[in-house]
């Protein structure tokens, strides 16, 4: 079984400033892949970043990057330069290649305050 | 191009109503997912459709629940006798193929609300 956790379920920053999104996970797998989605008040899911397990470099994406620790099955989000418009719900998820279902975290709901 | 689309985007019905919702997929994807999102909470899968095999039903919570697909086109969802428990957003999602290899795209979702 794959599972995803997410501790954070509010956090809040300030605009401009940098926050970090906490995200664990447990598989079995030796092939999978890690993502975050971005769900704002329109319900939405975007995908934010994605990360493939066998890369050791951190996926990045403009103000987005992750922390990917594959020891310590974690993997987290950091965004830079918090932007008003980043305001939403966060998940994290694992998928992997002998599977294709996307295991989502309970998300965490992030506030970017002016 | 064209993303994934879902109708209707919010329904309101009577407990035992039956409802169907829609997904268009993105063309030329051959995998379709549907998931489930309960208030506050994260995403849980219930049926995934490649191509023309079988559908993998096992994340369907009862037998009131069903989806079709024809060939690599739009999948209906089909909640038979309604209950409360049933109100959430059904989110539909298409990938290029299965497996982790391709991103899954999400649709805006249809909330549907049980009175």
């Known amino acids: 079984a794959q599972t995803v956790t997410q501790s954070q379920p509010e956090m809040s920053v300030q605009e401009a400033e940098t926050v970090t999104l906490s995200c664990t996970y447990d598989?079995?797998?030796?092939?999978?892949?890690l993502f975050w989605y971005k769900q704002p008040p329109s319900r939405q899911m975007i995908l934010v970043i994605r990360?493939?397990?066998?890369?050791?470099q951190n996926a990045t994406e403009n103000r987005f990057s992750v922390n990917f620790q594959k020891a310590a099955k974690s993997f987290s989000l950091k965004i830079s330069d918090s932007q008003l418009g980043d305001t939403a719900m966060y998940f994290c998820?694992?998928?992997?290649?002998?599977?294709?279902?996307?295991?989502f975290g309970k998300g965490t709901s992030l506030l970017v305050t002016p | 191009g064209a993303g994934v689309s879902q109708s209707p985007s919010n329904k309101v019905t009577e407990k035992g109503k039956d409802v169907e919702l829609r997904c268009d997929p993105i063309?030329?994807?051959?995998?379709l997912y549907w998931y489930r999102q309960r208030l506050g909470q994260g995403l849980e899968f219930l049926i995934y459709?490649?191509?023309?095999?079988?559908?993998?039903k096992s994340g369907l919570p009862s037998d009131r629940f069903s989806a079709e697909r024809t060939g690599e086109s739009v999948s209906t969802l089909t909640i038979q006798r309604t209950q409360q428990e049933d109100s959430a957003v059904y989110l539909c999602?298409?990938?290029?193929?299965?497996?982790?290899?391709?991103?899954?795209?999400f649709g805006p979702g249809t909330r549907l609300t049980v009175l």
């Open positions: 998820a694992l998928n992997s290649n002998s599977g294709y279902a996307l295991n």
């Open positions: 459709f490649q191509g023309n095999s079988a559908p993998d």
């Open positions: 598989t079995s797998e030796s092939n999978y892949y």
């Open positions: 990360q493939e397990a066998y890369k050791q």
């Open positions: 999602a298409s990938s290029l193929s299965a497996g982790g290899t391709d991103t899954q795209y």
């Open positions: 063309s030329g994807h051959t995998a």
